[in-house]
């Protein structure tokens, strides 16, 4: 694998980016083009081959496609799968010093990565999207992509991981610090600590945000009533949905939908 070197400068150039989701059929297609692409899947699993390398890119990851080199999917559209894309190109060739993006890479704040998608997609599709802003949106992007958490190394990161995913499989029933402890056969005080100094927030914050990521999305794509997003995506009243809601975004679900209601959506 190889990073990408980016340095603020004139010349960065974005084209566009849209939302796709899986008509769960199909695969990825065979090209080769002459941008980067920036891939950040929202839902499912994306198989991806570049060259001779094969990429599993999971929910909450980014990939970073290369110009000039083949790509092909590795495996057919599971029909869960989203991902958001952007393409963009470079004025000179990569350098050596600035901003150093992995190729793949598991996003430490998915929810800002988001918000700056559909920010990006909100004006696209308004026409307002101004060359300039589009640059300023996709560094923003490469430094979330870039940002490494502080500790996470070693044991610590396979134990997050672990929590990670536990959060993931049961993120629609009740949780707390101690029965995801008790799963994972660990103290709860030494997993909230070891999870805070890997993602920089408690669990039960982690738990909030993955809930609200799922129902931003409802709030985005689907017709449900915020009491139907708050009982699909876990939270134990209407009232607790809107209040954490609120407290995160500053405004209400319902204003939240009437904002973020435009997204260019694409099925292939």
């Not at 799922?214 to 009982?231: F, H, K, N, P």
């Amino acid at each position: 694998m190889q990073d990408l070197v980016v340095a603020p400068r004139p010349g960065l150039r974005v084209q566009n980016a849209g939302l796709f989701v899986s008509p769960g059929q199909g695969t990825h297609p065979d090209r080769v083009l002459d941008s980067y692409e920036l891939i950040f899947v929202r839902r499912g699993t994306l198989s991806l081959w570049e060259q001779n390398h094969r990429f599993d890119v999971l929910a909450g990851q980014t990939l970073l496609l290369w110009p000039g080199r083949r790509h092909y999917g590795a495996a057919p559209y599971p029909k869960s799968l989203s991902f958001y894309w952007l393409h963009f190109q470079l004025p000179d060739r990569p350098r050596k010093s600035g901003l150093r993006v992995p190729q793949h890479a598991h996003v430490a704040r998915a929810d800002r990565l988001t918000e700056l998608f559909h920010r990006f997609l909100d004006d696209q599709e308004a026409g307002r999207l101004e060359p300039l802003d589009a640059a300023l949106l996709l560094l923003m992007m490469l430094s979330e992509v870039a940002r490494r958490p502080a500790g996470d190394t070693g044991h610590e990161t396979v134990l997050v991981g672990r929590a990670e995913a536990y959060i993931s499989s049961h993120l629609t029933e009740p949780l707390s610090t101690g029965r995801i402890a008790r799963a994972l056969r660990v103290n709860p005080d030494y997993l909230n600590r070891t999870f805070r100094r890997a993602r920089q927030m408690t669990l039960t914050e982690h738990i909030h945000r993955r809930r609200l990521h799922d129902a931003e999305a409802l709030l985005r794509e689907a017709t449900d009533s915020v009491l139907e997003i708050a009982t699909a995506c876990g939270f134990a009243s209407v009232g607790h949905f809107r209040r954490v809601f609120e407290r995160h975004h500053g405004l209400s679900p319902t204003a939240y939908r009437r904002l973020y209601a435009r997204t260019h959506v694409n099925v292939r």
